[in-house]
């Protein structure tokens, strides 16, 4: 099943305690969670009904300082795939992640259910940090889970559908009848008659089906955050949409958050509140969907919305393959590639220079509307020469 | 005489599986022909129906005349003339199509040896010349597919196919799996290479947005059979058939309060080709089926100026006059029975 495995990814650092409680920062520094938080949830929030509960409550999950290296090759430099992150989700709240392939969009979704453990900074479900040892790991699983891309290769082809959807329970020995958390789980999901599915194997199901599966798993510890990486991407169009709407329902009826990684803008577009645009490790630009996607301020996120086969206006083909994270440009990262700065419109508000040297600072991770772009901060928001217009 | 004429085309695998079920298609020269569907809807095999690609034992019927001349009928050496040179394909997954022991260069050269009997200092230049075309430098001839990206892969696959200077190039979702902003570069490219030499262009998709966006024309598979032809703008903004309507509306308008919070598809799985139901093929998903749709099969009938669709519904109320006030009442009655069905 995904998302419950309970041991830790290898490679632990000495330093990290063996026997971490629920309560050890990620990054050892003994700081307290930041002061407001409430202890562990009361379950739904009011309102949990209809988009995401008012900012002023806490977040459900949130990642302050996130960074994740992996080693280089031949003693190479690290590639540092999410580097410096910060991102909130609140309770009820659909977030998208979008972004090319390469960008650590995956890493940082990986990172949040604790399957890779960040070098710096530190994430913090329901007002506790996220602890790295498998006890904290188990029970922390059992209220976020990952849904995958792939639902043949997530599924077992050797078991029904029965086992499948009750492995949770029986990994985290739930109390109850099993039969009837399958079963409800099942038509959450929307394979009803739930009993009609019970003894089927993964190769009997269609791949919409299997995917309804894959939830069906993750819907049965009633999480209250679901990462979903891709969760549509291997499926055909019309089979496409019947998902996202499911995953729309469980928000309306069970008020489950969730976190969309995907490099689809349309798939955001459609079910998202809050997108966040990630390019080469760090969120570039985020904000309200409708804000972002029709009025975008980043250049990189003119560009991905400009070549959509739908988009007004002349496309921004971007030249060149997504930079190497062993190897990020200084200043701003997106500098080498950016038509703002390439067609002298950057020169002209006066920020070239900084674009070539300064780094943006990091964005805030809750939901007010930002962007990491020197340019984008200095010039007046009409002026949008190099991007498709708000329609 | 058109490039190349598809005349009720039938393949059907050992076992059963009936994978295309009677297709006609045309593409002229420097037409760009998009083809929409899902999977297992026939369209791959189609393309591979075309150069007598597939795998022994399948039934073929039918004719493919390639500048008048039937495919399905030649003998095996122009057969292997023709594939390269007269028809080419780029085939899906880059991956999986390169040789991975041989380098890129030497595999765009072996169908110049092979076909144009070029000596290998010649083809080795023309395969450098091939790369730059494609916006690679000359000098990654020498590269093992590995060590490119997957966009550089799809670039090589796309030098290949134009090696030996074909009259038609099939290209079998030539961007999936890549990126947004690569996919736009290789679309944008082969855009430009058909626009340049006036080869017809056959391009396979699930992605209607993208199909529209590039083809002059379009034609919707589903089950086997074109159910949806014509322009491929007005196919995709405004499908005659249930099936195109839904399948267009499954790629969501980013700006359209209509999609916000409101994604789209159609209940129900695409057929097994093994198992295509009875009468119109549709019908058991279809939010507008009748009676009659479970038990007689619908064929492709004129909906308008150059355009085509397989539905009862298509020219029942204005027979003559298929674009006439009639049938946009059809029209927007249907849209609704469609609308009501999705959440």
């Given at each position: 099943m995904t998302g419950t495995t309970p041991t830790p990814p290898p490679g632990t650092p000495p330093r990290a305690t063996p026997d971490a409680s629920p309560g050890t920062p990620l990054d050892g520094t003994p700081d307290a969670p930041p002061g407001g938080m409430p202890g562990p949830g009361p379950g739904l929030p009011p309102g949990a009904g209809r988009g995401p509960s008012s900012a002023a409550e806490s977040p459900l999950l949130s990642v302050e300082g996130l960074h994740v290296a992996f080693p280089g090759r031949r003693g190479g430099a690290d590639a540092r795939a999410v580097d410096g992150v910060d991102l909130d989700i609140r309770r009820g709240e659909i977030v998208a992640l979008v972004g090319e392939s390469g960008c650590g969009k995956t890493t940082l979704a990986r990172s949040l259910l604790g399957l890779v453990r960040p070098v710096r900074g530190r994430v913090t479900f329901d007002g506790a940090p996220l602890a790295h040892s498998a006890r904290a790991l188990k029970a922390y699983r059992r209220r976020a889970q990952l849904v995958l891309q792939d639902p043949s290769g997530s599924l077992n082809p050797r078991h029904t559908v029965y086992d499948i959807v009750a492995e949770g329970l029986r990994i985290h020995g739930r109390p109850g009848d099993e039969r009837t958390a399958v079963a409800e789980a099942l038509s959450r999901a929307g394979l009803r008659p739930p009993e009609r599915f019970f003894l089927r194997y993964p190769h009997e199901l269609s791949g919409g089906q299997r995917q309804r599966v894959v939830i069906a798993g993750a819907l049965v510890l009633r999480p209250e955050l679901l990462v979903a990486d891709?969760?549509?991407?291997?499926?055909d169009a019309s089979v496409r949409g019947e998902i996202l709407a499911l995953l729309l329902r469980l928000r309306t009826e069970l008020g489950l958050a969730a976190l969309v990684v995907t490099h689809d803008l349309g798939l955001a577009w459609n079910i998202a509140d809050r997108v966040a645009v990630m390019y080469l490790g760090r969120i570039v630009e985020t904000g309200a969907v409708e804000q972002v996607l029709t009025a975008p301020r980043h250049p990189y996120t003119r560009a991905l919305l400009s070549v959509l086969p739908e988009a007004p206006g002349d496309p921004v083909v971007l030249t060149g393959e997504p930079p190497d994270p062993s190897n990020i440009p200084t200043g701003c990262r997106f500098h080498a590639r950016c038509q703002v700065l390439a067609d002298g419109t950057a020169e002209r508000a006066g920020v070239a220079d900084a674009c070539r040297s300064r780094e943006p600072a990091v964005l805030h991770g809750g939901g007010e509307s930002q962007v990491a772009c020197h340019w984008a901060l200095a010039a007046p928001r009409e002026v949008s020469p190099a991007g498709p217009a708000p329609r | 005489m058109s490039l190349l004429e598809v005349r009720d085309l039938t393949v059907t695998y050992p076992g059963g599986a009936a994978a295309v079920r009677g297709v006609g298609l045309t593409v002229e020269a420097g037409e760009k022909l998009g083809l929409a569907g899902e999977s297992g809807c026939g369209k791959s095999t189609l393309a591979l129906a075309l150069l007598r690609l597939l795998p022994a034992g399948a039934r073929v019927g039918g004719e493919i005349l390639l500048d008048g001349e039937d495919v399905l009928t030649m003998k095996w050496g122009r057969v292997r003339a023709v594939r390269w040179a007269g028809a080419s394909i780029v085939f899906q997954g880059a991956m999986h199509s390169l040789n991975a022991v041989h380098r890129v260069g030497d595999q765009i050269a072996e169908p110049i040896l092979l076909h144009r009997g070029a000596t290998p200092a010649d083809a080795r230049r023309r395969a450098g010349e091939l790369l730059e075309q494609v916006g690679l430098p000359a000098a990654r001839a020498r590269a093992y597919p590995h060590e490119l990206s997957g966009g550089q892969r799809q670039r090589v696959m796309i030098a290949m196919a134009l090696a030996c200077e074909p009259r038609l190039v099939v290209a079998d979702e030539p961007t999936t799996a890549l990126d947004v902003m690569i996919q736009a570069q290789i679309l944008r490219l082969i855009e430009n290479l058909v626009g340049e030499q006036d080869v017809g262009l056959m391009m396979i998709s699930h992605d209607l947005a993208v199909l529209a966006d590039t083809c002059d024309r379009l034609a919707v598979m589903y089950a086997g059979r074109v159910v949806e032809e014509g322009p491929a703008r007005e196919v995709y903004d405004d499908a005659r058939h249930p099936y195109g309507r839904a399948l267009s509306g499954a790629f969501p308008r980013i700006g359209d309060p209509g999609s916000r919070f409101a994604p789209r598809g159609l209940p129900g799985d695409p057929p097994d080709p093994a198992a295509v139901p009875s009468g119109c093929a549709f019908h058991p998903r279809c939010?507008?089926?009748?009676?009659v749709c479970a038990t007689e099969d619908q064929v492709l009938r004129d909906a308008g100026p150059r355009r085509r669709a397989a539905c009862v519904?298509?020219?029942?109320?204005?027979?003559?006059?298929?674009?006439g006030n009639g049938s946009g009442g059809t029209a927007s009655a249907r849209d609704d029975g469609v609308r009501s069905r999705t959440p």
């Open positions: 891709e969760p549509v991407a291997s499926l | 939010p507008v089926a009748l009676d519904h298509v020219g029942t109320d204005a027979t003559g006059t298929p674009d």
